[in-house]
């Protein structure tokens, strides 16, 4: 059962890659980079997803791994390796997530933030800051 579930998950992984890769995954909260920057737009979606692609590859790969571990190993080291697996295909698929991240702010221009900018994060505490001279 273990290893049926590991192989789920990687087939999950490796067709996101896929599609996050060629650029046909269309925008969700499911799959792929679904973070509020990547979500934003539909060019900021795909390169999130395209960044990210190479690691939703190799966390599928990771948990194939697992699953044929799971079925071959005994039942302790079967469990353990379906664990060890998952925690690091997990890392994995967040390396992924940092990347796309640091790709949208590197290519996508910051927008403008509205109100009046003062370092306090409100207009009403724009006095706050200044020194009680």
Do not use: K, Q, Y
Not at 22 to 43: C, I, K, M, Q, Y
Not at 46 to 53: D, E, L, P, Q
């Amino acid at each position: 059962m273990v290893a049926l579930v590991l192989f789920m998950l990687a087939a999950v992984a490796v067709a996101t890659g896929v599609l996050g890769f060629t650029g046909t995954l269309p925008r969700n909260r499911f799959f792929g980079v679904h973070t509020d920057d990547a979500l934003s737009t539909e060019e900021t979606f795909r390169i999130a997803n395209r960044v990210a692609a190479p690691t939703s590859f190799g966390a599928g790969l990771l948990l194939a791994v697992g699953g044929a571990l799971a079925l071959t190993a005994g039942p302790i080291a079967g469990l353990a390796a379906a664990v060890v697996a998952m925690a690091v295909a997990l890392f994995t698929l967040g390396a992924g997530v940092n990347a796309a991240g640091s790709a949208i702010v590197a290519l996508v221009p910051v927008r403008e933030a509205g109100g009046c900018g003062s370092a306090c994060g409100a207009c009403s505490l724009r006095g706050a800051c200044e020194s009680a001279n």
